[in-house]
């Protein structure tokens, strides 16, 4: 059964807005009974007009004076209501004569009594017309209802502590509503202007002491009711006089104010599309124009623009658009020329129309306004654009009138592209640059003080070197076993296939065309297949070949195959389809060999980075990896890199064991992924021990961290030269498949070692056999050893 003292609930519709009807008729059925009592009076009115007597002489504004008094009698003594005595002629003439400011054609107000709700005692002719009509929406925040008794107190309150406690407090001064067309969606904007000049407060019990704790208590509190209804009692106080309202129409400030905050991003982040729409609704709003469209057209290209669908047709017609910029009879060009606004009143009686603006002028656009919007270095970035279906709705007016609308505009598209090319610039950081989240923090220091320099201290200033020193590196890669033999042969078993079947290709086409030249080709193709044959290719093997079949023996084929119906059409067909649409040759072998180092790089790489980002948990480190015919790192770790917190010996023992699990299971990662691999590959694993601790610095101008010092740069020649390495005395490489060489410097790094392998030879990862090895002197380079284990 439903609760007969429950208060009805009134649900706005979309974005808040109910019919304005139905808003009334909910105010006036729920208008709460006021807890404070209230007369409507005239007599302060009365008393200020008496004060001014004797200055206004024979004015007939006596008269007023003495009809007021009339009126007040009648009100005061009258048993009736309202409704019966405001057809009283005296009271009648208490309004004519009392407000005449409210009727001037258009102005909105309203008399009532103090805290009478929404009971008007006198409404003007604009505003009852404009809160009858039911073409109108207003806008509804349920919580604004709920508060309304709310606001009375705290209205009689603060009455209250101006009056009796030597307060000036002013509340609800922004109070307003908004009403929306419900066919056009044009908003209005209004807000109230409430003059209590002629409202008084009287005390009917003795005034109740408030100390300054107290009062400020209340101020703290404005929306504790009942702490207000507590110290200012309502049974203590009577509110004599009437109240004005007036309603201003405020929607081109609104407006504007709201451009402002939309400039600003105020807010966070938004969505364009929502933008772009909500837009337009200002604009028609502003402008009083229901049937306006709105746009802002980029004029310059950019990687993102097209997915902007910002101008007046909603797409980027990239083409259309640079043909009407650069046309200097089109309304475009000429904007772009002039960077100077332009109105075209009728586009059907324009001559010369662009391709772009007869297009606008199928999508029902007549009139059309384009405004320049500027950088900050007044470069042209966009145009503002604005149509109507009928002719003449613009004019030099309209101009005037959106100044500061199309400045406010151009502020926020420059805000929008400034902050889309940030964003671009960071991910490009993010992505293609070295520097590492774990070092950040360093650049940023760096940046903060140059920043503070040049900004703050007008210093000239560069930054920093950027420069860790006393970091022990750990360095490895996975190197793909015989990458240079295999793509050579995948290289020479694409151009032997293609060579053949253009060998045969010619020799059918001569058959059917009296053509020589085709007996020129296929004695080279036959020399070039059997130089292949004979020996391995050579880099300039494959350039003479490739040159000779895309740039002269393809294109003689495709226009003979157009002019001689009679070659064999089935036979060009297949071997043209069996191309590679960009290399114009054969590319199976090669593909093949290319997509299986793609797919292991990718599994390595993926691999290896998020191990390598469970170890940033432990320790925050240096990490940087390569990618080429497998993965190569370096890793980097030492007090010098943390931001906070202290660097321990066990740090760079653990790390090394980690290094060694993590290269036993990129081997076996390698021996799973061959299976699904187009051309099966394998890896062979290294490790280089580098026992000293080194300095590496942030390179400005290459933009990335290299070894620094001289005797550091002996790490580097070393970590390069030791993957092509060879075992002392023997033809053996020292990098083999399925194993993984340590290469180390000083003997207690290879006892150190020995305790890592021990371990993992007990855990699985390794088998028992440990070789000791020698290496080949290499230039520059001799005396290095090396550990060899296989993983299982």
């Not at 490009?428 to 940023?444: A, D, G, L, Y």
């Not at 060694?660 to 890896?683: N, Y």
């Not at 740069?713 to 030791?722: A, L, P, Q, V």
């Not at 699985?764 to 290499?778: A, R, V």
Request: net charge negative; hydrophobic share 40%; aromatic share 10%.
């Amino acid at each position: 059964m439903a609760n007969p003292s429950a208060k009805p609930i009134l649900i706005p519709m979309e974005e808040g807005f109910v019919p304005l009807s139905v808003f009334q008729d909910f105010v006036r059925d729920n208008d709460p009974q006021s807890v404070y009592a209230s007369v409507f009076s005239v007599r302060k009115l009365i008393e200020e007009l008496e004060g001014k007597r004797n200055a206004l002489r024979d004015s007939p504004l006596l008269k007023t004076i003495e009809d007021l008094k009339k009126a007040e009698a009648k009100i005061q003594a009258s048993p009736h209501g309202w409704e019966e005595l405001q057809r009283d002629p005296d009271v009648e003439n208490l309004m004519l004569h009392t407000f005449p400011s409210f009727f001037f054609r258009g102005k909105m107000g309203f008399i009532k009594g103090p805290f009478e709700g929404h009971a008007f005692r006198f409404r003007t002719d604009a505003l009852l017309e404009q809160m009858t009509n039911d073409r109108w929406e207003i806008r509804v925040d349920p919580r604004s209802l709920i508060s309304n008794d709310l606001k009375e107190t705290l209205m009689a309150g603060t009455s209250v502590l101006n009056t009796f406690y030597r307060q000036n407090v002013e509340i609800f001064s922004n109070q307003g509503m908004v009403l929306r067309d419900r066919k056009t969606r044009v908003e209005k904007h209004f807000k109230f202007d409430v003059q209590l000049d002629y409202m008084e407060v009287k005390p009917i019990k003795p005034l109740k002491k408030l100390s300054q704790q107290q009062i400020h208590r209340l101020l703290n509190n404005l929306d504790d009711k009942e702490l207000w209804l507590e110290l200012i009692p309502p049974e203590n106080f009577i509110f004599e006089g009437f109240v004005i309202g007036v309603l201003a129409d405020v929607t081109k400030v609104e407006i504007l104010s709201t451009l402002k905050a939309m400039a600003a991003n105020e807010g966070g982040k938004s969505d364009h599309e929502s933008d772009l729409a909500y837009l337009e609704t200002l604009t028609r709003t502003f402008l009083d124009l229901p049937e306006l469209t709105f746009g802002v057209l980029q004029t310059a290209r950019r990687p993102y623009v097209d997915n902007l669908t910002w101008s007046l047709l909603r797409t980027y017609d990239a083409v259309a658009i640079q043909a009407a910029l650069g046309d200097p009879k089109s309304a475009y060009g000429q904007v772009a020329r002039y960077q100077k606004a332009i109105i075209i009143d009728d586009l059907r009686k324009r001559p010369n129309l662009s391709d772009l603006e007869t297009n606008i002028l199928d999508h029902n656009v007549r009139s059309l306004l384009l405004a320049p919007l500027l950088s900050e270095e007044g470069k042209l970035v966009s145009i503002l654009e604005l149509g109507a279906p009928h002719p003449y709705a613009f004019s030099q007016l309209t101009l005037r009138q959106l100044d500061e609308f199309i400045s406010l505009i151009q502020m926020g598209t420059n805000k929008f592209l400034s902050e889309m090319e940030n964003s671009i610039s960071l991910t490009m950081q993010q992505e293609f640059t070295s520097i590492h989240p774990s070092v950040e923090w360093k650049f940023r220091q760096v940046a903060s003080k140059c920043y503070w320099e040049r900004t703050i201290d007008r210093q000239t200033s560069i930054p920093d070197e950027i420069v860790f020193k006393d970091v022990y590196p750990l360095y490895g890669q996975a190197d793909i076993v015989g990458s240079s033999k295999q793509r050579n042969s995948s290289i020479q078993a694409d151009l032997l296939d293609n060579l053949d079947q253009l060998h045969q290709l010619l020799l059918s086409c001569r058959e059917a065309v009296h053509f020589h030249l085709l007996d020129i080709y296929a004695e080279r193709v036959k020399a070039q297949y059997d130089k292949l044959v004979s020996g391995s290719i050579a880099s300039s093997d494959e350039s003479i070949i490739v040159d000779l079949l895309t740039k002269q023996i393809h294109p003689l084929l495709r226009d003979l195959r157009k002019r001689f119906p009679d070659l064999p059409q089935e036979a060009l067909n297949a071997y043209f389809d069996a191309l590679d649409p960009d290399l114009d040759i054969i590319y199976r072998s090669r593909k093949a060999y290319e997509d299986s180092v793609t797919q292991l790089n990718h599994a390595i790489s993926n691999f290896l980075l998020q191990e390598e980002d469970k170890m940033q948990a432990i320790l925050p480190h240096y990490f940087e990896k390569f990618q080429t015919d497998g993965v190569e790192y370096n890793l980097y770790l030492g007090q010098s890199l943390l931001e906070e917190g202290e660097f321990n010996d066990f740090y760079l023992r653990d790390f090394r064991l980690w290094q060694l699990i993590l290269m036993c299971e990129i081997t076996r990662l390698v021996q799973r992924e061959a299976v699904s691999m187009p051309v099966p590959l394998s890896t062979a694993q290294l490790i280089f021990v580098f026992n000293s601790s080194l300095s590496i610095r942030f390179e400005m101008d290459e933009k990335q961290f290299d070894v620094d010092g001289a005797y550091n740069i002996r790490y580097e020649i070393i970590k390069k030269r030791i993957d092509k390495a060879y075992i002392k005395g023997t033809d053996e490489r020292l990098t083999q498949a399925g194993k993984i060489a340590i290469v180390w410097l000083q003997d207690k790094d290879r006892q150190e070692y020995q305790e890592y392998l021990d371990h993992l030879a007990l855990k699985g990862y390794i088998s028992q056999e440990i070789e000791d090895l020698e290496l080949e002197k290499m230039q520059g380079v001799e005396g290095l050893k090396a550990i060899r284990v296989t993983v299982i």
